[in-house]
T-cell receptor, first 113, second 110 residues
Framework: NAGVTQTPKFRVLKTGQSMTLLCAQD?????MYWYRQDPGMGLRLIHY???????AKGEVPDGYNVSRLKNQNFLLGLESAAPSQTSVYFC????????????FGPGTRLTVT | SQQGEEDPQALSIQEGENATMNCSYK?????LQWYRQNSGRGLVHLIL?????REKHSGRLRVTLDTSKKSSSLLITASRAADTASYFC??????????FGAGTRLTVKP
């Protein structure tokens, strides 16, 4: 089992560029999440999905879009990157809702100049 | 806004000592989880405690929950250098939204 994988690991964007972060899990989990982590802060939820074809907003959704194409994959898109989106992005998955532990990917470090 | 807040922000101890980290939260919860993050890595789940539980053990970890005080503590006994990491508490909220604190940075010196 690979668990939760994220691509890419690192990326540098110029302001206004777009990109998509890919998250994949092989545990057949229904729930998937995208978080961002900024220095000195805990993780903040961007968007989440409770199953294929579903998405919902989290705490900080502005500037991001998501899609859950298959149960295994959860994509995070930045349409027009801004320096404020410089962060480390983590994907996570879980079997069910918040009564279950979340499994995290290794993270994507994104810098927007 | 963060739901959980860990205390202290940083903790440095010698190998073999016990480490205690605290988490306070503001609104009622159904459960509280603790996670560990090694530098440059994703978070790893340590333990989940439900609101009707007061104490839970897992190996060298002991977690307590006091819902009347809206607080939890994580105790790591007989710490090892490999325990050096950041530790986060996370509380559930409505709509599948889990809120993490800013974490406690633990350093265990060999």
């Amino acid at each position: 089992n690979a668990g939760v994988t994220q691509t890419p690991k690192f990326r540098v964007l110029k302001t206004g560029q777009s990109m998509t972060l890919l998250c994949a899990q092989d545990m057949n989990h229904e729930y998937m999440y995208w978080y961002r982590q900024d220095p000195g802060m805990g993780l903040r939820l961007i968007h989440y999905s409770v199953g294929e074809g579903t998405t919902a907003k989290g705490e900080v959704p502005d500037g991001y879009n998501v899609s859950r194409l298959k149960n295994q994959n959860f994509l995070l898109g930045l349409e027009s990157a801004a320096p404020s989106q410089t962060s480390v992005y983590f994907c996570a998955s879980s079997y069910g809702g918040l009564v279950y532990e979340q499994y995290f990917g290794p993270g994507t470090r994104l810098t927007v100049t | 806004s963060q739901q959980g807040e860990e205390d202290p922000q940083a903790l440095s101890i010698q190998e073999g000592e016990n480490a205690t980290m605290n988490c306070s939260y503001k609104t009622s919860i159904n459960n509280l989880q603790w996670y560990r993050q090694n530098s440059g890595r994703g978070l790893v789940h340590l333990i989940l405690i439900r609101s009707n539980e007061r104490e839970k053990h897992s190996g060298r970890l002991r977690v307590t929950l006091d819902t009347s005080k809206k607080s939890s503590s994580l105790l790591i006994t007989a710490s090892r250098a490999a325990d050096t990491a950041s530790y986060f508490c996370a509380t559930d909220r409505r709509n599948n939204d889990m809120r993490f604190g800013a974490g406690t940075r633990l350093t265990v010196k060999p």
